[in-house]
């Protein structure tokens, strides 16, 4: 899967909010903007979101402060009883298809209110406002939403894109470096189902340097890797909006991920959703070479990469019962089997792809080798 310079660009990063909102919001009533966040952007972003718009002026901004809902954070909230909470909400606060969502966060907030308020009176419209860089290059652009339910992810949803998503950059030097790695694990995943020269592209940029002191230049090398990111993203999603077929390559690493992730969160133990992702891909990875020849020496450079800038998994065989359960009840299966999207070489995805038991235990013995 090739992509040409010829794509049509579809920026979505902004260097002014207040700019990109002034073209939306003066089409709503002010008393029927709301805000959906959680407590940990509250405390990070929402000071640096609200500066940023200061000059919609006090009035709009006191009455907006009104209308801004705090939810628990985490994804063990990512559940009906948080949607309820947001129903609850918009309806008390007399909420009406005249009414517009902000939503502020990462990818929790923004599939679990994206569900929400597309069902709140047949949908009202939302704009996404990501603030972690696993929710720009992956949950706030797609049009997925979506809660986990009976201990699976994203088992509940809809295909419903936002009005618009609006990207600030600032936003990420709130984040701690484990959040940022887990968006850069998603990156990594574009990079891999699109060509060889994205994946080095990846492999040559100075990560460490850039979470911890970024210079001028390395910012704009940045945003130059992101943007491309999200190109790729926006190009599968564009050929398959409902993800019948080409956007099930999206899903490299996340049918091993999500299970992993799964037993996390009952473990109590979550972990950044692309740390999880990141693991799946070394796994599935390590798949793509059983059964499609894959070359090993990316598999190895893969999994260097992951302890360099992971860590390695503390998981055994005696978890591989429950994997195999949890990976069986995944929504990308279409029969009683565990479907993949597996590689035959970088740039070349293989969706739909079955393989043996036997054949994933001996992914996971790889990869929890490491």
Same mark, same amino acid.
């Not at 959703?273 to 798949?287: I, P, Q, R, T």
């Given at each position: 899967?090739?992509?040409?310079?010829?794509?049509?660009?579809?920026?979505?990063?902004?260097?002014?909010?207040?700019?990109? *909102?002034?073209? $939306?919001?003066?089409?709503?009533?002010?008393?029927?903007?709301?805000?959906?966040?959680?407590?940990?952007? /509250?405390?990070?972003?929402?000071?640096?979101?609200?500066?940023?718009?200061?000059?919609?002026?006090?009035?709009?901004?006191?009455?907006?402060?009104? &209308?801004?809902?705090? @939810?628990? =954070? +985490?994804?063990?909230?990512?559940? @009906?009883?948080?949607?309820?909470?947001? %129903?609850?909400?918009?309806?008390?606060?007399?909420?009406?298809?005249?009414?517009?969502?902000? @939503?502020?966060? +990462?990818?929790?907030?923004?599939?679990?209110?994206?569900?929400?308020?597309?069902?709140?009176?047949? +949908?009202?419209?939302?704009?996404?406002?990501?603030?972690?860089?696993?929710?720009?290059?992956?949950?706030?652009?797609?049009?997925?939403?979506?809660?986990?339910?009976?201990?699976?992810?994203?088992? $509940?949803?809809?295909?419903?894109? =936002?009005?618009?998503?609006?990207? %600030?950059?600032?936003?990420?030097?709130?984040?701690?470096?484990?959040?940022? *790695?887990?968006?850069? /694990?998603?990156?990594?995943?574009?990079?891999?189902?699109?060509?060889?020269?994205? %994946?080095?592209?990846?492999?040559?940029?100075? *990560?460490?340097?850039?979470?911890?002191?970024?210079?001028?230049? #390395?910012?704009?090398?940045?945003?130059?890797?992101?943007?491309?990111?999200?190109?790729?993203?926006?190009?599968?999603?564009?050929?398959?909006?409902?993800?019948?077929?080409?956007?099930?390559?999206?899903?490299?690493?996340?049918?091993?991920? &999500?299970?992993?992730?799964?037993?996390?969160?009952?473990?109590?133990?979550?972990?950044?959703?692309?740390?999880?992702?990141? %693991?799946?891909?070394?796994?599935?990875?390590?798949?793509?070479? @059983?059964?499609?020849?894959?070359?090993?020496?990316?598999?190895?450079?893969?999994?260097?990469?992951? #302890?360099?800038?992971?860590?390695?998994?503390?998981?055994?065989?005696?978890?591989?019962?429950?994997?195999?359960?949890?990976?069986? &009840?995944?929504?990308?299966?279409?029969?009683?089997?565990?479907?993949?999207?597996?590689?035959?070489?970088?740039?070349?995805?293989?969706?739909?792809?079955h393989v043996a038991d036997d054949q994933i235990r001996e992914s996971l013995d790889y990869l929890f080798s490491l």
């Open positions: 899967m090739y992509f040409c310079a010829v794509l049509r660009i579809l920026s979505m990063i902004t260097d002014d909010i207040f700019l990109e *909102l002034h073209r $939306i919001l003066p089409r709503f009533p002010e008393d029927q903007v709301f805000v959906i966040t959680d407590e940990n952007v /509250a405390r990070h972003s929402l000071p640096l979101f609200t500066e940023q718009i200061a000059d919609f002026g006090p009035l709009f901004l006191n009455t907006l402060r009104q &209308h801004t809902l705090v @939810l628990p =954070a +985490g994804e063990e909230h990512k559940n @009906l009883n948080t949607v309820q909470r947001i %129903w609850d909400y918009l309806q008390s606060a007399g909420a009406t298809r005249r009414s517009i969502a902000l @939503l502020l966060g +990462g990818g929790v907030v923004t599939d679990l209110a994206g569900f929400a308020v597309s069902c709140y009176q047949r +949908g009202i419209p939302f704009i996404n406002i990501p603030t972690t860089l696993l929710s720009i290059v992956d949950a706030s652009d797609g049009g997925k939403t979506g809660i986990d339910y009976g201990g699976l992810k994203n088992q $509940i949803g809809l295909f419903r894109p =936002a009005l618009e998503n609006i990207i %600030w950059l600032p936003f990420l030097r709130t984040l701690p470096a484990e959040q940022f *790695l887990s968006g850069w /694990a998603e990156m990594i995943k574009h990079a891999m189902i699109a060509s060889p020269l994205e %994946w080095n592209r990846l492999l040559a940029f100075d *990560l460490e340097q850039y979470i911890s002191q970024p210079d001028e230049a #390395l910012e704009e090398e940045f945003r130059a890797i992101l943007s491309r990111s999200m190109e790729i993203k926006r190009y599968v999603v564009e050929q398959d909006p409902e993800e019948q077929d080409a956007r099930r390559t999206l899903n490299l690493g996340h049918t091993v991920g &999500h299970a992993l992730e799964s037993i996390l969160i009952e473990r109590k133990q979550p972990r950044p959703h692309g740390y999880c992702v990141l %693991w799946g891909m070394v796994a599935e990875l390590y798949l793509s070479h @059983l059964v499609m020849g894959f070359p090993t020496e990316t598999v190895t450079q893969l999994g260097r990469y992951m #302890l360099d800038h992971y860590g390695a998994i503390g998981f055994s065989c005696r978890d591989y019962d429950h994997l195999l359960a949890l990976m069986r &009840h995944d929504k990308k299966n279409t029969d009683s089997r565990i479907s993949f999207t597996l590689l035959r070489h970088i740039g070349s995805p293989a969706v739909g792809s």
